[in-house]
């Protein structure tokens, strides 16, 4: 499912328009964005918790010389299924 797609269905569950439902898309991700910027977390009790996790600086391999490289340290986005969320998509 792409993002038309989603908005589509979103817009045909909740009688919304379209546009309405982009907006708040567009609006949802913007924030989660934010908030991992500053480090912080965004946690939807039931599906799931958006959090950064940090990645340690670390000697890589360039694949295509075989020399090693320095990887610097960073930060990582990722985000953890939730309970609910996980026993839904494990349900048989």
């Known amino acids: 499912m792409n993002k038309t797609e989603l908005v589509a269905a979103i817009a045909h569950?909740?009688?919304?328009?379209?546009?309405?439902?982009?907006?708040?898309?567009?609006s949802f991700t913007?924030?989660?964005?934010?908030?991992?910027?500053?480090?912080g977390k965004v946690q939807l009790v039931g599906f799931g918790t958006f959090?950064?996790?940090k990645r340690a600086a670390r000697e890589?391999?360039?694949?295509?010389?075989?020399?090693?490289?320095k990887i610097p340290a960073s930060y990582a986005p990722k985000f953890k299924?939730?309970?609910?969320?996980?026993?839904?998509?494990?349900?048989?």
């Not at 909740?14 to 907006?23: G, I, M, Q, R």
């Not at 924030?31 to 500053?38: C, F, H, I, R, S």
């Not at 890589?60 to 490289?69: C, E, H, L, S, V």
């Not at 299924?81 to 048989?92: R, S």
């Open 30 to 39: 913007e924030t989660v964005t934010k908030e991992l910027k500053k480090k």
């Open 13 to 26: 569950s909740t009688k919304l328009s379209k546009k309405d439902v982009e907006t708040i898309l567009h």
């Open 51 to 53: 959090e950064v996790s």
């Open 60 to 69: 890589g391999r360039n694949p295509q010389t075989g020399a090693t490289m």
């Open 81 to 92: 299924a939730g309970k609910a969320l996980k026993d839904t998509v494990n349900k048989k």
